[in-house]
């Protein structure tokens, strides 16, 4: 392919609703009224709501034209770095949405939701196998409460042991809500820096763990792109002075099939089903973030746990008898639909297809790496895992930054990547392929950043003026930030 990805089209200007608006103009015909006229109640009668008064053409129009705005994973890549904005096959949409898994209301009982507690079981037990656990939990709905979750078991199995611990180690490579999730259960967190080649040393942990430290809260692969290698070593440390490993398990979309967690001596991790198992996201949700954990933590679970002890006729129930239990994380069980779809994935793809889409993703990656080291400056020149770092030192010369080049690669036809994180690398552009592209996907991304890193050198211009082709070109930042416009 020579020409760029991104072309241009009809873009239609789409103003308010409120300025379509002309009195007397409906959209829908409400029918006859069979009920005498009636005045509200005093208390009810107040202004009339500023409701636009529209035709059923111009509703039907605007938004559909809005909807050709939208850019998603079924129309362009979306290389979103620590993001995994992988496409994901429509068959497990539909499954989910089967009427006795969709409309099946949570508060049945267990006689009745049998086929629905299974599935939640085997997917239990798949997840515990994939992670090297010994048991799961999917209540909690999204990475971040799964961290809270974690930090909530680690806690509860050391006051268990008559300990109040009080700090957890959180490297500067861990994903961003580490912290917040210690700090927001109790602990203070401690920073611990990677070394030059961007992992967690032995010796960097031993430093600064002591009886007063919980845990540490690691990220692998963590958030350069990278494995930590050390994490048998940094275990062995951490559990000398009675700490617990807790892993953030968002990059889990690079180790399935290949690495057990648990086998390397992790007691909690949390998983993204909504990342690496097969559910769309972005947009605020939904989201399911499991927590596996060890067979010394399962106590403290939270509850019901669905268990199977029953008759052939009815042998899953929802157990809420566990006293160490850490209580309820979620309403009922969790999101139930990005479950369901979780489950489809793991068992249309199989513990073989589960290790080839990891691989994948990770020679995808590195491919990227290696096509565009000459143009990009790669600040850790070494084998990535799903996702490699960039950087914009070699365009600041002619004042061309990461933003710029993001901006850029709209108009030349891709979402951008990840820019400015993470935070350990100054000018940051993270690139996450995924394995669902294909290399003539990855080669036409390549293209368009190579032309993006030969325009910074000729027509920086260009760049600083990006984007152009869509409906909202550059945006003036600094003052959205200082004076947000709330209202429309």
């Not at 050391?158 to 210690?182: C, E, F, M, Y």
């Not at 807790?246 to 001596?265: K, S």
């Not at 042998?315 to 979780?342: E, T």
């Not at 910074?456 to 082709?469: G, N, S, V």
Request: net charge negative; charged share 20%; with cysteine.
């Amino acid at each position: 392919m020579t020409e760029p990805v991104g072309t241009s089209g009809l873009v239609c200007n789409e103003p308010l609703l409120w300025e379509r608006s002309h009195p007397g103009r409906r959209a829908f015909s409400l029918p006859r009224r069979d009920v005498p006229e009636a005045p509200l109640p005093e208390g009810l009668v107040g202004d009339v709501p500023d409701l636009p008064e529209l035709s059923e053409l111009d509703v039907v129009r605007h938004f559909t034209r809005l909807s050709q705005w939208n850019v998603g994973v079924d129309t362009v890549m979306y290389p979103l770095g620590s993001c995994t904005m992988k496409y994901n096959p429509k068959l497990h949409d539909r499954l989910a949405g089967l009427a006795g898994l969709a409309d099946a209301h949570p508060l049945l009982p267990a006689r009745f939701a049998q086929g629905a507690l299974q599935l939640l079981w085997e997917l239990e037990a798949y997840l515990a196998e994939i992670t090297g656990m010994d048991a799961v939990s999917l209540q909690p709905a999204a990475g971040a409460q799964g961290e809270f979750t974690g930090l909530m078991l680690i806690e509860a199995y050391h006051r268990k042991q008559g300990q109040r611990r009080t700090r957890i180690i959180v490297p500067d490579t861990a994903h961003g809500t580490n912290p917040a999730s210690a700090s927001r259960c109790g602990f203070h967190p401690v920073t611990v820096r990677s070394n030059a080649r961007g992992e967690l040393t032995p010796d960097a942990v031993a430093a600064v763990m002591d009886e007063e430290v919980a845990g540490i809260m690691l990220t692998n692969p963590n958030t350069l792109g990278l494995f930590e290698e050390h994490i048998r070593t940094i275990a062995a440390v951490v559990h000398a002075k009675g700490g617990q490993v807790y892993c953030d398990g968002a990059n889990l979309n690079a180790l399935m099939g290949v690495v057990r967690l648990g086998d390397i001596g992790v007691d909690v991790m949390h998983v993204n089903l909504h990342k690496t198992f097969s559910t769309p996201h972005g947009g605020g949700g939904p989201g399911a973030g499991p927590v596996c954990v060890k067979r010394h933590l399962e106590p403290f679970l939270p509850v019901p746990r669905v268990v199977r002890d029953g008759p052939a006729d009815n042998p899953f129930r929802l157990d809420q008898q566990r006293p160490d239990s850490i209580g309820k994380v979620h309403a009922f069980y969790g999101n139930f639909g990005v479950l369901v779809r979780a489950y489809a994935y793991i068992r249309s793809m199989g513990a073989e297809g589960l290790k080839r889409a990891s691989q994948l993703a990770v020679l995808n990656a590195n491919y990227l790496k290696e096509s565009l080291r000459d143009v990009l400056h790669l600040p850790y020149d070494r084998p990535c895992m799903h996702e490699c770092v960039f950087t914009d030192r070699q365009q600041r010369a002619h004042k061309v930054t990461t933003l710029d080049m993001a901006k850029r690669l709209i108009d030349l036809g891709f979402h951008p990547p990840t820019v400015y994180f993470p935070l350990v690398v100054n000018g940051a552009l993270m690139i996450e392929p995924t394995e669902t592209e294909s290399k003539d996907t990855l080669d036409a991304f390549v293209a368009a950043v190579r032309q993006l890193a030969a325009e910074a050198e000729t027509d920086p211009e260009t760049l600083l003026r990006a984007p152009e082709k869509p409906v909202a070109t550059r945006l003036d930042e600094v003052t959205a930030a200082r004076r947000p416009r709330l209202r429309g």
